[in-house]
């Protein structure tokens, strides 16, 4: 992978992984391959943690009824304890990566799905931020991608936050990306980065500067379209 663009590979590959992710569980079948089912609630075995009723989990999403069981049932069938933990999540992006070390960049996107910071993935937490990444406006998008490089979670992005943003994505990719990577390229690209989002030049990117400055680009613009209607 070139290293040019890396704006638009950094919001992108949010939604790229976990499509894959998804894939790779069996939670993206088609909805035809699941009977209609004329239950009002999500089906529910013992597990650690019961989900919310799926009226609830409707009104927070921009999915069917169909669609939140068909997902409840792929994540059930990963997830039996109706929970995901760190360690899970790390080792699910790491067989994407091979050649690349992927437990930093998965461990911020933990995070970012990780509301209450408890250490755990629920179902609502993946649904809710599945519906934004798939269906949300370009904003919603926007907001939540500003959520996973705000890492300290103040409402600002520092030089600091998104340099270890960009070193867990290169170490992601790993030394074999083309051309080659250089060390000093994360820095590089993170003065970019700054260069273009910080309009006032205070150290900072805000939510504000950085929603403008994406709604202004057309490749992340184009970028925030690719995988609606998915499923």
């Known amino acids: 992978m070139g290293i040019q663009g890396m704006e638009l590979f950094a919001i992108g590959v949010v939604i790229i992984l976990f499509m894959a992710v998804l894939k790779q569980f069996g939670i993206l079948e088609p909805m035809s391959s699941f009977e209609d089912s004329s239950d009002s609630d999500l089906e529910l075995s013992t597990v650690r943690h019961q989900p919310e009723g799926l009226d609830q989990l409707q009104?927070?999403?921009?999915?069917?009824?169909?669609?939140?069981q068909s997902l409840y049932r792929g994540f059930k069938n990963e997830c039996p304890s109706g929970l995901v933990d760190e360690e899970t999540?790390?080792?699910?992006?790491?067989q994407f990566f091979p050649q690349g070390d992927a437990t930093t960049y998965a461990h911020f996107l933990f995070n970012a799905f990780d509301k209450d910071r408890n250490g755990s993935i629920r179902f609502e937490d993946f649904v809710i931020g599945l519906s934004v990444l798939l269906r949300g406006s370009v904003t919603e998008?926007?907001?939540?991608?500003?959520?996973?490089?705000?890492?300290?979670?103040?409402?600002?992005?520092?030089?600091?936050?998104?340099?270890?943003i960009m070193k867990s994505i290169y170490d992601m990719m790993?030394?074999?990306t083309y051309p080659c990577v250089r060390d000093e390229a994360p820095?590089?690209?993170?003065?970019?980065?700054?260069?273009?989002?910080?309009?006032?030049?205070?150290?900072?990117?805000?939510i504000e500067e950085f929603i403008e400055t994406c709604q202004k680009d057309e490749n992340i613009m184009n970028s925030m379209q690719l995988f609606e209607n998915v499923i």
Do not use: P
């Open 59 to 68: 009104a927070q999403t921009k999915f069917t009824k169909k669609e939140l």
């Open 89 to 94: 999540f790390k080792s699910i992006y790491s």
């Open 187 to 206: 820095s590089e690209h993170v003065d970019k980065f700054f260069q273009k989002m910080d309009r006032n030049r205070d150290g900072v990117v805000t």
């Open 141 to 164: 998008k926007l907001n939540w991608a500003f959520n996973l490089y705000d890492i300290n979670k103040d409402g600002y992005i520092t030089k600091e936050e998104m340099l270890a």
């Open 174 to 176: 790993g030394r074999y």
